[in-house]
């Protein structure tokens, strides 16, 4: 129902940067918010950064300084901003967009297929 494109993975030096961005498209009545989580092998998936269409942003303490999450409620695409990056941030990022469609309405939460992300030197 809707469709998630992720860029800006890759490989990247331990203190470096990435940005990530995601955007969203198809069928839905509104976006409620969209964020990022990330997963590393043999670990649950955990929340990243998340901003809703109001503008409020919610960080992850790790990320907190370092990674900044911004979105274009326009064009419906997220961004994260990645800096001073650690080996510990090396992980498969998902775009998430909480979106509110369907018949009867309700909300849902779809998700990008991820990026690789890896923080080595």
């Known amino acids: 129902q809707v469709h998630l494109v992720e860029s800006g993975g890759g490989l990247v030096q331990p203190g470096g940067s990435l940005r990530l961005s995601c955007a969203a498209s198809?069928?839905?009545?509104?976006?409620?918010?969209m964020g990022w989580y990330r997963q590393a092998p043999g670990k649950e998936r955990d929340l990243v950064a998340t901003?809703?269409?109001?503008?409020?942003?919610n960080y992850a303490d790790s990320v907190k300084g370092r990674f900044t999450i911004s979105a274009d409620n326009a064009k419906n695409t997220v961004d994260l901003q990645m800096n001073s990056l650690r080996p510990e941030d090396t992980a498969v990022y998902y775009c998430?967009?909480?979106?509110?469609?369907?018949?009867?309405?309700?909300?849902?939460?779809?998700w990008g297929q991820g990026t690789q992300v890896t923080v080595s030197s």
């Open positions: 998430n967009v909480n979106v509110r469609r369907g018949w009867p309405l309700r909300n849902y939460d779809d």
């Open positions: 901003i809703t269409s109001g503008g409020s942003t």
């Open positions: 198809g069928s839905f009545f509104m976006i409620n918010a």
